[in-house]
């Protein structure tokens, strides 16, 4: 079967964000990133050449106003004026709301004698639902809605009617909340349910806002709306693989959807528990062998969280230049290690030297002694490491066996 409209969708780039500092990039590497953080852009604009895509659909936060710059404005007419005629769909989200005085206004950008979005460009500027069809794209109609400054999507906008045309294949293209997939501490906007978006009736709805791939799919499992997810990764949220999509929409109105990875990179998070590691080597030895099971290639970003308990005095050190020929960029974060503490050496305090720190373990020890099982005697062996965090280290951390 022969599609009648081939889609390529992204959404939630962030340009002209900051990376996260956690991943501690040197600035050599942090330019590069940069750089390619961009050239996504450069990327798309080829492959909607090279594989004949019919219509680009950017369900939001292409960009962050906060940070924004008019060299990345500049930058992203260009790019996007060099594929036209093909179009490409804009609904602003609320990283890139659109405003009076945002880069999305003509006028706005005509005032700062900034050169303006070409035809091919097509922003919705409203916070109501709209319909508009397409003349490159005959038959096929696109409804949006846009992010707007200091007016929140609270409400459930996908509840009730949305308006169709007739005779097109009808696509949605909007910024917002799926329920049930929303990561914590991520802003609830503009939130729908599946059933909602699925009783709409739209073929497909391109959807942004979430970092990571999802699709939305009917009752017969077909595909009926997906989030392309952010192309690439900036932080130890965005970590995993990332993608954008190309679609293809058939006359049936079938929808059929491929995610596909356009960063050549992908940021892992590996979690090194050192409990039980009782010198510097193992501890490096432990590294080296779960960082190479969890990671892919030589062009991967590599964070290492060292977790648990060590030796307390001795100190873990990682050379530095441990691995760094095995990744474009490996940051290791010794922060969570606590120390081990040295019960016995409490026990053994005299009586009349006793701190509270020592009466507190041999109280608790006593315990253990007389623990009528096993699981009633790591419990207390537990509270005595907690005990001891509390009176050491004003702060109790959970230990990773719990
Ligand atoms: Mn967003």
């Given at each position: 079967m022969i599609h009648v409209l081939k889609f390529l969708q992204v959404s939630?780039?962030?340009?002209d964000s900051s990376f996260s500092?956690?991943?501690?990039?040197?600035p050599d590497k942090l330019k590069i990133r940069k750089e390619e953080h961009k050239g996504i852009i450069s990327n798309i604009c080829k492959m909607v050449k090279d594989e004949d895509i019919d219509i680009v659909l950017i369900p939001g936060?292409?960009?962050?106003?906060?940070?924004?710059t008019a060299d990345t404005t500049n930058f992203l007419i260009d790019k996007f004026s060099s594929i036209s005629p093909i179009p490409i769909i804009i609904t602003p989200g609320n990283h890139d709301f659109y405003s009076?005085?945002?880069?999305?206004n003509p006028d706005f950008l005509t005032e700062k004698r900034q050169s303006v979005w070409s035809n091919n460009v097509i922003i919705f500027k409203h916070h109501t639902f709209e319909s508009i069809d397409l003349p490159y794209c005959r038959g096929i109609s696109v409804t949006g809605i846009s992010h707007s400054e200091?007016?929140?999507?609270?409400?459930?906008?996908?509840v009730g009617n949305i308006p169709r045309r007739k005779d097109s294949i009808n696509i949605l293209v909007f910024h917002g909340s799926r329920d049930g997939y929303c990561p914590p501490d991520k802003k609830v906007t503009l939130p729908f349910s599946d059933e909602e978006l699925i009783k709409l009736?739209?073929?497909y709805s391109a959807i942004g806002h979430y970092h990571s791939y999802s699709k939305v799919t009917d009752a017969d499992g077909n595909v009926r709306g997906a989030y392309a997810g952010?192309?690439?990764?900036?932080?130890?949220?965005?970590?995993g693989e990332k993608f954008i999509i190309i679609g293809k929409i058939y006359e049936n109105r079938k929808v059929e959807i491929e995610k596909r990875k356009i960063d050549h990179r992908t940021i892992y998070e590996i979690s090194i528990n050192?409990?039980?590691?009782?010198?510097n080597e193992a501890v490096l030895n432990a590294i080296k062998e779960k960082v190479k099971v969890k990671t892919v290639n030589k062009n991967d970003i590599v964070y290492v969280r060292l977790i648990g308990r060590f030796p307390p005095g001795n100190i873990i050190e990682i050379p530095g230049?441990?691995?760094?020929?095995?990744?474009?960029h490996i940051t290791f974060d010794k922060s969570d290690v606590q120390p081990d503490y040295d019960i016995q050496k409490y026990i053994e305090i005299p009586d009349t030297a006793d701190t509270t720190e020592s009466k507190f373990v041999k109280e608790l020890s006593s315990l253990v002694a007389n623990a009528s099982d096993d699981s009633e005697r790591i419990i207390i062996e537990n509270a005595i490491y907690y005990g001891l965090d509390a009176l050491t280290q004003k702060s109790v951390k959970p230990r990773y066996e719990d």
């Open positions: 939630d780039v962030h340009l500092a956690r991943l501690n990039f040197p936060d292409l960009i962050d106003f906060e940070s924004s009076p005085s945002s880069m999305y200091n007016r929140p999507f609270d409400e459930r906008f996908l009736g739209f073929d952010c192309p690439m990764g900036r932080n130890l949220r965005e970590c050192c409990t039980g590691l009782n010198h230049n441990f691995l760094k020929d095995d990744y474009f």
